[in-house]
């Protein structure tokens, strides 16, 4: 059966920013799937509630509090899965994310924090999960990129920025890694996770940033979480170093943060 495809029966995986939103409804899509979770992420509490529905689905789950800043840190998380389950066959670097800021407020420092949390700790953990995959007999990636790594808008520099690298890495990696290691990316759009929460309690923000998708509709989760299980799964077999767009069909960001133009004399 088709069905069967997107089945992940006794693999392993380990999922980055596990804690809630997309990277909680990832890990319980894959234990759905038949896989035991390595869940990491900076609040062991959120980890506890995850792992619980990870159990729910008769599959293991451990759990990793950890600052996941640090690419060591998420470095060593592949030779926990092999300690604590015997192998590793996917990982999902979903851990991410920086703050809007203006354009003279964005500082050489921060652009640099924010590829090092984005691209270098991927780059990290990936690196150090290769040979576990390679003794698993072959191994999925599926980094979590974003559509501000194609579109232009203003204060998302940074963020922008390092999830196109984040998508080109994907790109050269799987060039590299193939054909015993598939690496592909999602390029998420607007996803009803805690980053939007002042958008979500917000009725006007929430049907402005509505009406500016094509699909009329902010994104859930699962929605992220479903292309995660294909990109992992046999189903996506014959794809890697794919950035696939999860979006609501965005061409453009679906909000604008009322940036002003730059000030100043001509001289």
Same mark, same amino acid.
């Given at each position: ?5 997107? +089945? *992940? ?20 899509? *894959? ?26 689905? =008769?599959? +293991? ?34 851990? !991410? ?10 500082? $050489? ?15 990290? *953990?990936?690196? #150090? ?25 203003? =204060? ?23 054909? &015993?290691? &598939?690496?592909?990316?999602? #390029? ?17 923000? +929430?049907? +402005? ?31 890697? /170093? ?10 453009? $960001?679906?909000?604008?943060? /009322?940036? $002003?133009?730059?000030? !100043?004399?001509?001289?």
């Amino acid at each position: 059966m088709i069905l069967d495809r997107f +089945r *992940l029966p006794d693999r392993v995986a380990v999922v980055t920013g596990a804690g809630r939103g997309i990277g909680a409804a990832t890990a319980v899509a *894959l234990a759905e799937a038949g896989a035991d979770v390595v869940l990491a992420a900076r609040t062991e509490s959120q980890l506890a509630e995850v792992a619980e529905r990870v159990t729910a689905t =008769g599959r +293991r789950a451990h759990v990793v509090p950890t600052d996941l800043s640090d690419p060591d840190a998420a470095a060593s998380l592949a030779g926990t899965a092999v300690e604590v389950f015997g192998r590793l066959d996917v990982v999902v670097n979903n851990v !991410g994310g920086t703050l809007p800021r203006p354009f003279l407020e964005t500082t $050489p420092e921060f652009l640099a924090e924010a590829f090092e949390f984005n691209v270098t700790t991927a780059h990290a *953990l990936t690196r #150090a999960a290769v040979p576990a995959m390679l003794s698993s007999g072959s191994g999925a990636v599926v980094n979590i990129s974003s559509i501000m790594g194609r579109v232009s808008g203003r =204060g998302f520099l940074a963020y922008g920025t390092a999830k196109a690298a984040l998508a080109h890495y994907t790109r050269l990696a799987a060039a590299d890694l193939a054909p &015993r290691v &598939r690496v592909n990316a999602i #390029a998420v759009g607007s996803v009803a996770t805690s980053a939007l929460d002042l958008v979500l309690g917000n009725e006007e923000l +929430r049907t +402005r940033m509505e009406s500016a998708t094509p699909l009329r509709t902010i994104g859930a989760a699962e929605d992220v979480a479903a292309a995660v299980l294909f990109l992992a799964a046999p189903a996506g077999g014959y794809l890697t /170093g794919k950035v696939l767009e999860v979006d609501g069909g965005l061409q453009a $960001p679906n909000l604008d943060l /009322g940036l $002003p133009d730059l000030e !100043g004399t001509p001289e």
